[in-house]
C-alpha cells in the first residue's frame, strides 16, 4: 500500500517504541512524503530527545532509517496540487500532505482527526487502521 506519512507520525515512532514504529518498516507499505519533513527533526531535536526513551545513537539511527525508508518528493512537484490542498485542508499545515496524496493518488498516514473528519477528497488513515490492514 502506498501512502503519504506526515511528520507527526514520525515524530510518534522516534518518541516511543510503539506499533506507529514497526508499522513504518513493514514492507508492504511504500511510505511518501515532502522533502522537506526531515527539516522539522533537526529544529525539534533537542525537545524530540527530551520526550524520548532512546539514547543519542539509537534516535539518530532510527532518523537515519527513516530518511532511507521514505520516499521524498520534491515541492515543486507537488506545486499544482497547492491549491486544491489549500481549498480541503482544514489546517494549513496539512496542505503539502494533502497536495502530496492528490498527485500521486494515494491515502495519508497521519492521526490528525480534523485531517480526516473535515475534508473528503483524500482518504486518511490513523495508526489503528494500518495496524489492521
Known amino acids: 500500500m502506498d501512502l ?9 515512532a522516534l518518541i516511543k517504541r510503539n506499533i506507529t514504529s514497526e508499522l513504518l518498516f ?5 511510505l511518501y512524503a515532502p ?18 526513551e532512546r539514547t543519542d545513537d539509537d534516535f539518530d539511527e532510527l532518523l537515519e ?6 520516499a521524498l518528493v520534491p515541492i515543486e512537484e507537488i506545486k499544482p496540487f497547492i491549491e486544491k490542498a489549500k481549498e480541503v485542508s482544514p489546517d494549513i ?3 503539502p ?4 496524496a492528490l ?5 495519508v498516514w497521519s492521526n490528525d482527526r480534523p485531517l ?16 489492521k490492514l
Open 26 to 30: 513493514r514492507e508492504d507499505l511504500h
Open 116 to 131: 480526516k473528519e473535515q475534508q473528503n477528497t483524500v482518504k486518511v488513515y490513523a495508526t489503528h487502521e494500518i495496524a
Open 4 to 12: 503519504v506519512v506526515d511528520a507527526n507520525i514520525l515524530f510518534a
Open 97 to 100: 500532505y494533502i497536495a502530496l
Open 65 to 70: 532509517l527513516f530518511q532511507r525508508r521514505i
Open 35 to 52: 522533502e522537506f519533513i526531515f527539516t522539522g527533526f533537526e529544529k525539534y531535536r533537542g525537545l524530540i530527545k527530551k520526550k524520548t
Open 93 to 95: 499545515k496539512d496542505v
Open 103 to 107: 498527485k500521486l493518488n494515494i491515502a
